[in-house]
């Protein structure tokens, strides 16, 4: 059952007023709460994000400052967000290909038409 939109506003003001150390009590506090009484599984991060999750709960472990790692996932979000729009382009590029490899370019004549349907005394204007 998803959060009401004023709980939801209301939690994020009181997170805003923490520091990062806090915060990331915070989020230890509500994983904990998600293992033990969550009513429905959330949903599956993408590979960019359990990435950046990954890199993120390593550097915690690593009893690196909060600081430093909300500044390095602020970084990475950022590459993320670089490699999102590069992916995008890819995908727009790949589906202009496919769609348009079923159309014959635009100067070869459709089938059934040129040199096989011309008339006997015709020749293909192409032919050297």
Do not use: C, N, W
Request: charged share 25%; proline share 8%; no cysteine.
């Amino acid at each position: 059952m998803p959060v009401h939109p004023f709980l939801r506003d209301r939690v994020l003001r009181k997170l805003d007023t923490l520091s990062d150390e806090r915060v990331y009590q915070v989020l230890d506090y509500i994983e904990f709460l998600e293992s033990r009484y969550a009513e429905t599984r959330p949903a599956p991060p993408g590979v960019f994000q359990r990435f950046a999750e990954g890199v993120e709960d390593t550097m915690r472990a690593g009893k690196i400052s909060a600081t430093t790692v909300a500044e390095t996932m602020s970084l990475l979000s950022k590459a993320m967000g670089v490699l999102g729009g590069v992916a995008a382009a890819g995908k727009s590029v790949a589906s202009d290909l496919v769609g348009g490899a079923g159309r014959p370019p635009a100067d070869v004549p459709p089938a059934g038409e040129g040199a096989a349907s011309k008339g006997k005394g015709e020749s293909d204007p192409r032919a050297g």
